[in-house]
């Protein structure tokens, strides 16, 4: 499995739809972002855009070009969908080291954990886009989120206890590294506990820690030591540092501040108080470094790291305020195609 930061030739997004994610008007804010999102990423690479009708797709298509997108860097998919995490629900793209040649894994989805029933249709979507992407296509029969693993593209893989062993409570983590082995070529898996205890993913890994660089890995941390993040954002941080990739080489770990952002009264699925916003959701596209930012006064200081952490990209803020009441960001939006 390449590491984000290898060649795209493509992103694959999903236009946001339904107001029950997105509450309280916060539907056309969150279509705003998503032209954003496609105006700097179609620059270069390729965005494949799955639309759930031709209405939606003539109106998707005259908001792109009203904002002066290309036409001919996007391509529009008509698919039945639910919701907009093509991390989770979607395809993780693997290559055969020797050949290049590109494939795909098709992990099984079940909403969370039967949190969302609504949402279970979500795992036959791509199952009904094999042709459009015309690749090879491996199942390793598991129920997983491709947001639920982080990889340095050199072999090591960081992921959860909290979730992986959720998802599958009748495997061991022997099975699962395994499976991780024979699929994505993974080496060494390194597990932290657990994920902040008000994201409903159960401890996805682009909510607490991500490579920026083979050896590098940068780590949600809560500096204030009364929150109720920061004995497991600080147990993570220690796991980590004291972690080595699978050449035995220690990582350089380096901490990035976390948002508060607390829901209103229109809050989502239930959802309770502090949402489960992390800055560590940004998307490293071939050019830019789209970062999630919600309004906070961490976000200046966490875009300034994520600069430079990514010298030859330019980080660009986009504004998730809203697109945190579905319960994700900019890297949950988002799934790269390797070239």
Not at 133 to 157: C, H, S
Request: with cysteine.
């Amino acid at each position: 499995m390449p590491a984000e930061w290898e060649k795209h030739s493509a992103v694959w997004l999903v236009w946001p739809h339904d107001e029950i994610t997105f509450p309280d008007g916060r539907i056309k804010k969150v279509e705003k972002i998503y032209v954003e999102i496609i105006k700097h990423l179609h620059e270069s690479e390729d965005v494949e855009l799955l639309v759930l009708n031709e209405k939606m797709k003539s109106n998707v298509t005259e908001m792109l070009a009203r904002a002066g997108v290309d036409a001919l860097k996007i391509t529009l998919h008509i698919t039945d969908y639910a919701d907009v995490w093509i991390r989770d629900y979607g395809p993780t793209f693997i290559k055969n080291p020797e050949t290049r040649e590109l494939a795909w894994i098709k992990w099984q989805y079940n909403a969370y954990n039967n949190k969302f029933p609504q949402l279970i249709k979500d795992n036959e979507v791509f199952f009904a886009l094999r042709k459009d992407i015309d690749k090879r296509m491996f199942e390793p029969g598991i129920l997983m989120e491709g947001g639920a693993i982080e990889v340095n593209g050199q072999g090591t893989a960081l992921t959860t206890e909290q979730c992986l062993l959720s998802r599958n409570p009748k495997l061991s983590k022997n099975e699962i590294e395994k499976l991780f082995k024979d699929y994505l070529g993974i080496k060494k898996i390194i597990w932290l506990k657990q994920g902040l205890p008000q994201d409903h993913t159960d401890g996805h890994m682009d909510e607490l820690a991500r490579f920026v660089s083979p050896n590098k890995i940068l780590c949600a941390y809560e500096e204030n030591q009364t929150d109720e993040n920061f004995k497991i954002l600080e147990a993570n941080y220690q796991s980590l540092i004291k972690s080595t990739d699978n050449n035995n080489k220690p990582f350089e770990v380096v901490k990035l501040p976390v948002p508060h952002i607390i829901y209103d009264s229109n809050k989502p699925f239930e959802a309770e108080g502090k949402a489960p916003a992390s800055y560590t959701n940004f998307y490293i596209g071939n050019e830019v470094v789209l970062a999630s930012v919600f309004k906070d006064v961490n976000d200046q200081r966490a875009l300034e790291t994520l600069q430079s952490c990514f010298p030859n990209h330019k980080v660009i803020p986009i504004d998730c305020s809203d697109v945190i009441y579905g319960g994700g960001g900019v890297h949950c939006m988002t799934q790269q195609q390797p070239v």
